[in-house]
């Protein structure tokens, strides 16, 4: 069995993250913007299906609502 060692473990933690490639600032606004813009898109979009689907739901079932 392999021997642990907690400081080779941090030590190779560290060489990794060395390794990632963090965003810019302007980076992480623009994709904040764009999750923003794209959860209001969907909303209106899944909203919007809500409706025609009541409404014709309603019309063939013929429930007055």
């Known amino acids: 069995m392999a021997k642990f060692s907690p400081f080779k473990f941090f030590q190779e933690v560290r060489v990794e993250a060395d390794k990632v490639t963090w965003p810019?600032?302007?980076e992480t606004m623009i994709t904040t913007i764009?999750?923003?813009?794209m959860?209001?898109?969907s909303s209106i979009f899944f909203t919007v299906a809500d409706q025609i689907i009541r409404v014709a739901i309603t019309f063939i079932l013929g429930v007055a609502g």
């Open 24 to 26: 810019t600032r302007r």
């Open 34 to 37: 764009m999750v923003f813009v």
């Open 39 to 41: 959860v209001a898109v």
